[in-house]
DNA sequence: TTCACGATTAGCT
DNA sequence: GCTAATCGTGAAG
């Protein structure tokens, strides 16, 4: 386990690019390491839209601020009062792109008691690593939380964001569609997600 | 100060 | 498919 950790030029890109690139890559806090297997980006705009379902497009609060600094830092934030969702942040100063990590295929370091699928959902691979909002705005090229290299051969399957009700058709959900660690299986219409064409 | 609501999950019908 | 749980955030008063 002796594989580089991605430095602040990986996560200083565009944001969709940077989403796309982290699955395969392995995320490492302590004794715990996962494979990156689905995410979302949340951008400043998409295809001239300003992205409404971002936390960041209401502008620099408390909050936010982590997601106005440069890329490569820790934003967690809590969701629902119960859960805690981390994300990357990319592109530089100014900038306000990040990628949520929504599922996780194990590769050590769990207590695998019966649960596999520990890291499948963004509250849920916190919770199984460790990781809470004492890691906002930790630097994700130093331990004890990092992004080191790993690897991909399946193809990026691209798709609806997840639970959102802004901007809900736009495909900046990445993810490895045949990995039986992503959260859901490729999402069928519904109320918040209703079919589009 | 108050208040509506959310990038979720587990558990139930 | 539906909903409770649970509380920080940000906008309004």
């Given amino acids: 386990m002796a594989r580089r950790i991605l430095q602040r030029s990986f996560y200083e890109r565009d944001t969709i690019t940077v989403a796309r690139e982290l699955l395969g890559q392995h995320l490492v806090h302590g004794r715990c ?15 001239g839209q300003l992205d409404r379902a971002a936390h960041a497009s209401r502008g620099l609060t408390p909050r936010t601020r982590v997601l106005f600094g440069p890329g490569g830092f820790a934003y967690v934030y809590l969701i629902y009062g119960v859960h805690e969702c981390l994300n990357v942040t990319a592109e530089g100063r100014g900038i306000p792109g990040c990628v949520l990590v929504r599922a996780l295929e194990p590769v050590s370091g769990f207590d695998i008691d019966g649960e596999e699928r520990s890291c499948s959902g963004p509250g849920k691979l916190t919770r199984a690593m460790g990781i809470t909002r004492a890691h906002y705005g930790a630097d994700l090229t130093r331990a004890p939380l990092t992004v080191h290299e790993g690897t991909r051969t399946e193809p990026i399957t691209a798709g609806p964001r997840i639970g959102i009700s802004h901007c809900a ?9 045949d990995n039986r660690f992503v959260s859901r299986s490729p999402s069928k219409p519904n109320k918040r997600n209703p079919q589009v064409g």
């Fill in 33 to 47: 390491v996962g494979r990156i297997v689905e995410v979302e980006a949340y951008v400043r705009e998409y295809e």
């Fill in 169 to 177: 058709d736009w495909p900046l959900r990445f993810y490895l569609a």
